[in-house]
């Protein structure tokens, strides 16, 4: 009897299929790690935003510039590893 809880196309796969597939579900949940880890990181600089784009003069802001590339890591990462993962979970 078909597991029905599986996806149409990942019911008859081969071994060697089976494989690649829990090797990309490996690598999205190893991104979505990523991703949260730079989640905090982001959380931390928010506390120093404001103060930094409050009293730091002209364009020099370099919180800000560290917590957009780190919210810009942590969205790629998260949604990249959100589509890796895509599917039913291994067990």
């Known amino acids: ?11 008859n796969l081969t071994p ?3 494989e690649v597939l829990d090797k ?3 690598r999205g949940l190893m991104l979505m790690v990523v991703s949260g880890q730079f989640g905090i990181i982001t959380v931390v600089l928010l506390l ?8 730091a ?3 020099a802001h370099p919180v800000a510039y560290y917590f957009a590339f780190a919210l810009s890591v942590s969205a ?9 993962r895509h599917g039913a979970p291994e067990f």
């Open 76 to 84: 790629i990462c998260g949604l990249a590893g959100a589509y890796l």
């Open 48 to 55: 120093w935003l404001v103060q930094d784009l409050t009293y």
């Open 16 to 18: 060697n299929q089976v």
């Open 57 to 59: 003069p002209g364009w």
């Open 1 to 11: 009897m078909a597991n029905t809880l599986l996806a149409m196309e990942e019911r």
């Open 24 to 26: 990309r579900r490996n």
